[in-house]
Every structure is written in structure tokens, then in C-alpha cells.
């Protein structure tokens, strides 16, 4: 849902600099930039400390 909203705020800033006269290439960059980084922290939330949730009884499979 984050990546959703961050591709349509950049889209959003993306017409903004158009209308303020940016040119179209460097507002397009900053769009871009704005959704992958959305992604790499998307990517890289799982793996950062404190993001694990805590065992709960039953999480874990054992064999008989």
C-alpha cells in the first residue's frame, strides 16, 4: 500500500514541477527516485532489527 501511495504522490509532484516549469526530464528523475526509494525500503524493512514479531506458541512446526 506505501509503494501505492509514493507512485501517486510522484506522479502528483511530477505535474506540479511540470506546471512550476521545471523541465520534464529532472521532475521525472525526482519522481523515479521518489518510488525506488519506496522500494528499496519496501525491500529492506524485513531485514532491519526490531522488524521480527516475537514467537508465539505454535509458530513452530516439531515433528513426532
Same mark, same amino acid.
Do not use: H, N
Given at each position: 500500500?506505501?509503494?501505492?501511495?509514493?507512485?501517486?504522490?510522484?506522479?502528483?509532484?511530477?505535474?506540479?514541477?511540470?506546471? @512550476?516549469? *521545471?523541465?520534464? =526530464?529532472?521532475? /521525472? @528523475? /525526482?519522481?523515479? @527516485?521518489? *518510488? =525506488?526509494?519506496?522500494?528499496?525500503?519496501? /525491500?529492506?524493512?524485513?531485514? @532491519?532489527?526490531?522488524? +521480527?514479531?516475537?514467537? +508465539?506458541?505454535?509458530? +513452530?512446526?516439531?515433528?513426532?
Amino acid at each position: 500500500m506505501g509503494l501505492l501511495l509514493t507512485t501517486i504522490a510522484a506522479g502528483v509532484v511530477w505535474i506540479v514541477l511540470l506546471s @512550476l516549469d *521545471v523541465k520534464p =526530464f529532472d521532475a /521525472l @528523475l /525526482l519522481a523515479v @527516485l521518489m *518510488v =525506488f526509494l519506496a522500494a528499496t525500503v519496501r /525491500l529492506i524493512a524485513p531485514f @532491519l532489527p526490531g522488524s +521480527r514479531r516475537p514467537p +508465539r506458541p505454535g509458530d +513452530r512446526y516439531s515433528p513426532r
